[in-house]
């Protein structure tokens, strides 16, 4: 099993839509969880922290299921500007991050 | 903004030469990472700093070592470069957290091509 999984896709919607990604994770005792966006040709940045309540951020709601050992992000409303790389990471221990392959999605008119 | 540069954006080299690769911050992180980011695999741990002048292995050291002999620069060295080493190259930095929030701050990259 991969350390970290997730589809890579790509997801190609319309604008307006609503897209889910998930991401297994295979260390039980992985603490920390982050969804990171990369851009084409540009560094990944932080998109958002996930807590084990799940947490929003605007159109971002990030989940946490520690049962099922999965991390998930739900975008609603899609924009053009969401085009990108969303990568899930996952802290092995203390300062060791895991990161996804990624999962690749694209907004379309 | 905490800002994280590398020395190139694209670099060629040939087989078997020696390659330096810097990354600097501005943020007086403790943490520095080195990763490649490959096609379907992601980004991949080389190796990372906790301190000045010292160093831990990542997932995949083998061909690569690293020196760090100021707080803000850590060196990414490729002793004898070869093919299989073409990759994008990240270097990240992130303040000393243990297992709490720890967002990593990111360079823009390498592109490193080796012929």
Known sequence: RKEVEQDPGPFNVPEG????????YSNSASQSFFWYRQD?????????SVYSSGNEDGRFTAQLNRASQYI????????????ATYLCV???????????????????? | DVKVTQSSRYLVKRTGEKVFLECVQDMDHENMFWYRQD????????YF????????????????????????????ILESASTNQTSMYLCASSFLAGIAYNEQFFGPGTR???L
Do not use: Q
């Open chain 2, 112 to 114: 490193l091509t080796v």
């Open chain 2, 49 to 76: 700093s906790y301190d000045v002048k010292m160093k831990e292995k990542g997932d995949i050291p083998e061909g690569y070592s690293v020196s760090r002999e100021k707080k803000e620069r850590f060196s990414l």
């Open chain 1, 17 to 24: 839509a609503t897209v889910a990604f998930n991401c297994t």
């Open chain 1, 40 to 48: 084409c040709r540009k560094e990944p940045k932080l998109l958002m």
């Open chain 1, 90 to 109: 996952v802290n092995w221990d203390n300062n060791d991050m895991r990161f996804g392959a990624g999962t690749r999605l694209t907004v379309k008119p």
């Open chain 1, 72 to 83: 998930s992000l739900l975008i609603r409303d899609s924009k053009l500007s969401d085009s």
């Open chain 2, 39 to 46: 096609p379907g695999l992601g980004l991949r741990l080389i």
